[in-house]
């Protein structure tokens, strides 16, 4: 969306490109919102019934768009619906963080990491299935302001499938745990033959909250999606202004980068069910760091030192530039996925939402920050 956006209000709504910003502050102030708004909600609905409101949601948002930029010519007209499209789909971003605290309340602990990279590959496929057919859209489109319609029409077409599929696959209508489960009866028949410190040292311990893992974890997804939508959010301003490539070109940098991105999660999976311990898994992605550190020296290190901070115009400089960011992106989904993971395992099923929804919060602030 970010990119079309600019296009639309520099070129065709005839607004300053100053505008982007009141909609990706209206998208993404939305999206703080509604993760926040995240545990709360789970008191009252079902993950299934969260799910169907917000693909809904998403469709509706998608219609927006396409009327908003229906309304070109009536500036006003157009900005007020494009603001209503970005609060409507930042609002329905809960839908992460809520993928993260089912996995937590529903699955066994062993379970958890080994299904929680399934999650972030299909994620990773989407962002990369994204941008194939985003572009295909915008590439058969015969206007730039059809081009610019076309992400509502991909959102409401992909809203419409997802509502489809769920009606048909998933039917979690039952609450998540808020409580801890009550003690087993033999606790109950015999309190007297233990101390009552060891008793309550126990019921403390069973009900425990692992704060260094939250803190930690919280953190990590603050930085680690800065970083990785500031990325996503330059990449393709990168490649077009400094290496000059077309609209039709920067796949050639996409590809290789969400690629990165898919095999990083697909290795995690194989590692965790290889019985990896976290801490050697973690290696992994830091061994990757000085590939990637080698590949962008590369790409703008064989330039005279009047232009050393200029991108060689090459393919090795486009190769290495793609290289070293694929070797970064491969390790963010490398410690992304063991991260959730542990904290995952750290927490009791009934501290899940109540946890997960600030970790996840902070996922959405980052992702905010970062552009």
């Known amino acids: 969306y970010v990119p079309t956006l600019a296009l639309l209000t520099s070129q065709d709504l005839g607004l300053p490109i100053t505008a982007i910003g009141w909609l990706y502050f209206a998208f993404v102030g939305m999206s703080i919102v509604s993760s926040t708004l ?8 079902s993950p299934f ?10 469709a509706v948002s998608g219609v927006l768009h396409v009327i908003g930029c229906a309304y070109a010519a ?20 809960l839908l992460f963080p809520l993928s993260v605290v089912w996995i937590g309340a529903r699955e066994a602990a062993e379970q958890r990491p080994s299904t929680l990279a399934s999650r972030n590959a299909y994620s990773t496929v989407g962002i990369f299935g994204g941008i194939l057919s985003g572009s295909a859209l915008s590439a058969v489109m015969p206007t730039s302001l059809a081009a610019g319609a076309a992400p509502g ?39 007297s033959q233990q101390p009552q410190s060891v008793i309550a040292t126990a019921a403390a311990a069973g009900d425990g909250v692992p704060w260094l893992h939250v803190r930690l974890v919280g953190f990590a997804q603050l930085s680690g999606w800065l970083g990785f939508v500031a990325i996503e959010g330059s990449l393709s301003l990168i490649v077009v202004e400094s290496y000059g490539m077309t609209h039709a070109d920067v796949i050639a ?22 019985k ?3 801490s050697t898994i973690a290696t992994v992605a830091i061994a990757s760091l000085p590939m990637a550190a080698a590949g962008l020296v590369r790409a703008m290190g064989t330039q005279p030192p009047s232009s050393a ?13 793609a290289g070293g960011l694929g070797a970064l992106l491969f390790a963010f989904a490398v410690t992304n996925t063991l991260w959730n993971a542990l904290l995952m395992q750290h927490l009791q099923p009934h501290q899940q939402a109540q946890f997960q929804t600030p970790v996840q919060t902070l996922a959405a602030v980052g992702r905010g920050i970062g552009p």
């Open 38 to 45: 995240l545990s709360a909600h789970l008191k009252y609905y």
């Open 49 to 58: 019934t969260l799910l169907w409101t917000g693909y809904t949601l998403r």
């Open 74 to 93: 009536r500036v006003p007209t157009a900005m007020s619906l494009l603001i209503a499209s970005r609060l409507v789909h930042g609002y329905t971003i």
């Open 153 to 191: 029409y991909l959102n409401v077409l992909v809203s419409l499938l997802m509502l489809a599929w769920l009606n048909r696959s998933f039917d979690d209508r039952a609450l998540l745990p808020s409580k801890p489960p009550p003690p087993p009866p033999s606790s109950q028949q015999q309190p």
């Open 253 to 274: 940098v996409w590809g290789p980068t969400s690629l990165a991105m898919l095999l990083g999660t697909l290795l995690f999976s194989r590692l965790h069910k290889a």
């Open 276 to 278: 990896w311990r976290g």
């Open 309 to 321: 901070y200029e991108f060689e115009r090459s393919w090795v400089s486009i190769a290495s530039f």
